[in-house]
């Protein structure tokens, strides 16, 4: 039933949007079907259209070139691949556009990228919208992405979500008016050990600048301190809030840090390991025995 | 690391050969290699060529397999997943279009697991469809509508709701509906391989994926319509014909299209006294399955402009008038003249029939001053070899060097330009000489002016060099060269370079015109000329008959002269004229026209003339009876004994007879009268240097509104943009 109101939800989005064609209008259509905080598989949260729609700060007549350090590294990446296969070098260097712009994928961006490889503008911008992690609209300085993916949400990540959304005032899809902080979603990130986490992208130092952090073993309360940290401009610390690395010291239960001190027996691998015991697969069991041949 | 890898292969077939006598095969004469894969589609054994898949192995067995993604012009992309088989051996069905078919392959395309994978494949794909066949342009016949007949379900089992997908807009000729495409990617492959414009592509990934130019932008191919024929559902449809028509309605006529020298086959659907669409026939020879926009959707232009009364003009300009008074006053004018006194002008869509009657009836009254408009009118066309395109479409694909000379075949044969492009994608080199054009492939640019052709003779040219090498080199001479004032000096030296660089060898002859006017073929074949003496005429012609000639130039048409317009649409020539006789178009007659490489083919009729309007032989017939010549020939048959009379190869249709070399002779009596002429300092141009000449070409282009629209819509082809990055 939800699935469904939130597909006619997004149906109107595309209905008004293709009747005003205004800027604004898209703005606002785009907050409004950002507001169903689940959507479709593998949608960005901040990119719901596949497709590209003028607007004052993204158009045919913005410019981007790559600066002249970072051409440097666009040659150290297309030397990676044979010359007759270009193409390949068309990731990475999205990436590095992106990094370079604050963030996001102009479509000057992309067709600066088409240009450098020497293909079609049309492969580029099929790349950028199939990759969830490519931003085709404008970012703030943080992207924080909560992960909602089975484990994490076992252990708390809609408390997660909640904080955030309360704290930073924003849904999904959406930037703080100070331009600090865009809130999105994600798929798993494999740090489902030290469940729930959330990773932040840091796109205000350009190149050189930019990082990828994780932040694992989360409660609320942690959460909005990481992001107050990094509104005052501080540095919050990475990985797990917890622990040292992945070692069983405890878990987030219920939005709270329980530690859990192992047994002594549970932190060597030198003696007999605890059960449970896997079977013998070479047993053969008494009454799967093989049948007599016949005679 | 050759000789490694062939000392490699001598031990492997020294070890297959121990291996053989080891089994006792080797007294066993190994099966003769054909090249030909036996395969057993149900039980029936079939052989296809090496390298073909399960898919085209059915279709030899004549096993038919649904599809959608799968075209046989076009690369594989295996993603619709409906032409699904079982092969033996393989535990999961096969996707039969992406399977290479292998010896002794057991295939079988009727079993319950067949059926199964096809069902669940057809249900996903219905799960986002609309249901709307009610409205699709495409019901009827829609690939997508026939295949569900047979693995469809009568009820679904989604209880979502469907997707809804914003449509793009691809400029005036292609409609889209995109919500309901299946995203089998034809339209997708077709502009990056055939049309070389590549705009389309599928944005997003999932359920959110959806095919389109992802910026606003149009389709800028002159090949754009062939995605409504590729399209298997209605997503891409027609947009001059939107909700005019239901496929069942259609009386379907097998015909020629004459909006270009190449002759592209056609099929006419009418419906009563009009003509509703335009599709390609498969000619494989001509123009496999492709047509162009302009042949495609210039149809509406046959209910505008036309001529269906002949007129006289008076004091208000064209009267309406009947036939008799029409013929009396030609009668008139024609009266006290002189044969001498007389000029028939021959224009771009006249077919081989009228031709000839007119060639005739001037004859008899005496005048020899035939022309073809364009500016060719002095061409000397003794040897068809000097005028035809003698590598025919066909050779096409055999050459391994092109060079083209002033001409643009994107826009003066945009189906012939897709066969270029195709040669040149499979590593074929194409240079020109002559202004430069975009051509969808890289092109390496000689030089613009005629000197390059001096450049190119010289003894140290690189480039003749590599020409030479070449086994089945290529010229190609673009329309626009023999409207040249200097016309003769170039030619010649294309044929100099012809015989330094052998284009002309044994079994092939690489020396190539390129017409673009589907009229220009039959005139020279048929001697459609100004004899000697006409041409050393110097007085001016009291009465001039224009035969749908609307391009001509003004020194063929005076001033003060009499001047009888016949065709089927109102255009320069009509304005300028005294008399209209009303004629009709390559819809509404039987007519041969011969294309570029000089294959008569013949037009039917869809559609019946209009109003008073006769077949135009039949006007030249009628007004050689008032003017006191009568031509002895009454129906059809009789002309085309004619025609067969004045050029045998006429009466044979749909073959091309192979035109005579006679090495060369006749290039050197050539030199040696063009050894004089001088070449001028303008580069060589195309007779199409722009794509408003392609869409309005003649009187019929330029009279409808859907090629008017696409020339406006192809001022700014990406919305938004500046208008230096806009490109051709």
Known sequence: ?295 | MQGRSVAAAARQLRRASWLQAQRGLSAQPAPADDGMVEVFVNGQATKVARGSNVLQACDAAGVDIPRFCYHQRLSIAGNCRMCLVEVEKSPKPVASCAMPAAPGMVIRTHTPLVKKAREGVMELLLINHPLDCPICDQGGECDLQDQSMVFGSDRSRFTEVKRAVSDKNLGPLVKTVMTRCIHCTRCIRFAKEVAGTDDLGITGRGRDAEVGTYVDKLLTSELSGNVIDLCPVGALTSKPAAFTYRNWELKSTESVDTSDALGANIRVDSRGVEVIRIVPRLNEDVNQEWISDKARFQYDALRYQRLNVPYIKGEQGLQQATWPDAFAAVAKAAGGLKGSEMRAVAGRLADAESLVALKDLMNRLGCGDLRVEGGSSDFDADVRSSYLFNSSVVGLDAADAILLVGCNPRLEAPVLNARLRAANLSGVPVAAVGEAYDLTYPVEQLGEGADTLDKLLKNGSEYLKRFKGASRPMVIVGAGVLQRADRDAVLQKVHKLVEKADVVREGWNGFNVMHDAAARVAALDLGFLPSPRARAAKAAPKLVYLLGADDYSEADVPADAFVVYQGHHGDRGAARADVVLPGTAYTEKVGTYVNMEGRPQSTKTATASLGDARDDWKVVRALSEVLGAPLPYNSLEEVRRRLADVAPHLGRRDAVEPPLWLNGEYFKAFAEKARKASTGGEPLASSMPHFSAFYQTDSISRASKVMAKCIKARQQPVPGVRAASAGM
């Not at chain 1, 905080?37 to 993204?58: C, G, K």
């Not at chain 1, 990475?92 to 556009?97: E, G, I």
């Open chain 1, 1 to 295: 039933m939800r699935s469904a109101a939130q597909a006619l939800l997004r149906y109107s989005a595309l209905l008004s949007q293709q009747a005003s064609r205004t800027s604004a209008a898209a703005q606002a259509v785009q907050a409004a079907a950002c507001l169903s905080n689940q959507r479709w598989f593998a949608t960005n949260s901040h990119d719901i259209f596949n497709v590209h729609r003028h607007e004052a700060h993204n158009n045919w007549d913005t410019e981007f070139d790559f600066t002249d350090a970072n051409y440097e590294k666009v040659a150290e990446v297309i030397s990676r691949y044979p010359s007759n296969y270009k193409a390949s070098a068309l990731i990475p260097l999205l990436d590095l556009a992106q990094q370079q712009n604050d963030g996001w994928l102009s479509l000057a961006a992309m067709n600066r990228v088409a240009k450098v490889l020497d293909m079609p503008e049309i492969r580029v911008y099929e790349v950028a919208t199939f990759y969830t992690m490519f931003n085709r609209s404008k970012m703030g300085r943080y992207h924080v992405m909560v992960c909602g993916t089975t484990p994490c949400m076992l252990q708390g990540a809609k408390g997660i979500y909640k904080a955030l959304k309360e704290h930073l005032g924003i849904d999904y899809g959406q930037t703080t008016p100070d331009g600090m902080f865009t809130l999105g979603e994600m798929e798993c990130m494999g740090a489902c050990v030290n469940a729930p986490m959330i990773a932040v992208a840091d796109y205000g130092g350009g190149v050189e600048g930019f990082s990828y952090s994780y932040f694992e073993d989360l409660t609320p309360a942690d959460t909005v301190a990481i992001v107050d940290t990094l509104k005052k401009g501080g540095k919050p610390k990475i990985g797990s809030q917890h622990r040292s690395k992945a070692e069983p010291a405890g878990a987030v239960i219920g939005g709270k840090w329980v530690p859990s001190k192992p047994t002594p027996e549970q932190m060597t691998l030198m003696g007999e390991p605890p059960g449970p015991y896997c079977r013998n697969l070479d047993e053969v069991p008494a009454a799967q025995a093989p049948p007599a041949p016949p005679k």
